[in-house]
């Protein structure tokens, strides 16, 4: 049987998962809050399911509208995610990342469990090279 891949498309940014724990993004332009809530309820419907990897391609991905970035430090749950690897990334991407993490940890009273979870390679090469080794280190639980 054929791995089961779903897509989606949120604004100008697509997504699709790759069975058995990989949400692949490729984000482009800015994020509005409409497009975080959606991001949210996607990361919830998969992540309540089986939590996952996210693998970002950042190469035409810009920033974030303020309001976007409280809803997803608010909203989104560590449990979800399994980790997060953006590649081809610039600076203003760590730095949204980070302030995220930040925010996060703000807005909530425990100290969020994704901070070590979030890593920035420079290709997809090095990114799925990474996720095996991050599935490794889990238990051996890879494609």
Known sequence: MPPIQREWTIGR???????????WSKLQGGCTLEQAVQMVNLYRE???????????????????????RRYVSEHVRSEWILGVIYFKTRLLHKALAMGLLLAAEMTRAEKSTLRGKI??????AKARALLEQLREQRGGNST
């Open 13 to 23: 940014h697509t997504f699709h998962f790759e069975a058995p724990d990989l949400l």
């Open 46 to 68: 998969l992540g309540t399911a089986h939590p996952f990897f996210i693998m970002g391609d950042m190469e035409t991905a810009e920033g974030m509208e303020s309001e976007a």
């Open 119 to 124: 890593h920035f390679v420079s290709s997809q």
